[in-house]
């Protein structure tokens, strides 16, 4: 029961640029989390975001929810080689789940 | 202590085989989760443990039975598993109840091999 799709599936950059990953949902929702996941190892935290919030900042990450698109978006500002993580969206499941991940971005950043 | 641990990291077993993964938390966290991640996908809730009680159950198969022993311990026994099975196995705990207002914290994963 897939609510979160992300977009691009997969990003390649070079260090010092920005990232910007997209989730878009289908069903309204109250909290929309991203996570980080490095290869094979388990997922980190990065934001949470409510359905009344529009933007939220954390050191060089920002993350928008646009809730009349049903969509948000994760942007890494200059992008690090240790960026280099797969990362997923979170949201409610159209069936009221919790915790209903996105099929996720996986983002390189090239030295 | 914000860790959750897992063991074993690695598991590899055979269809007749009986297993255990074990989870723990020590950060008072009455929600506890299981999730199985296949190569390149997302992670899928398995089940939900709040305050020591089986909440969720996402259509599990009967060849994975979780145990929530005290608040800072889960277990899935393994059982009978089929090679599809094989998979990256994360355990997650939350503040409270299965809650998209609280965040996970993540273990490493046990990565569970079926032959």
Known sequence: SQQGEEDPQALSIQEGENATMNCSYKTSINNLQWYRQNSGRGLVHLILIRSNEREKHSGRLRVTLDTSKKSSSLLITASRAADTASYFCATEGNYGQNFVFGPGTRLSVLP | ?115
Request: hydrophobic content about 30%; aromatic content about 10%; glycine content about 4%.
């Open chain 2, 1 to 115: 202590d914000t860790e959750v641990t897992q063991t074993p990291k690695h598991l590899v077993m055979g269809m007749t085989n009986k297993k255990s993964l074990k989870c723990e938390q020590h950060m008072g966290h009455r929600a506890m989760y299981w999730y199985k991640q296949k190569a390149k996908k997302p992670p899928e809730l398995m089940f939900v443990y709040s305050y020591e009680k089986l909440s969720i159950n996402e259509s599990v198969p009967s060849r994975f039975s979780p145990e929530c022993p005290n608040s800072s311990l889960l277990n899935l026994h393994l059982h009978a598993l089929q090679p599809e099975d094989s998979a990256l196995y994360l355990c997650a705990s939350s503040p409270h109840r299965a809650d998209m207002r609280y965040e996970q914290y993540f273990g490493p994963g046990t990565r569970l091999t079926v032959t």
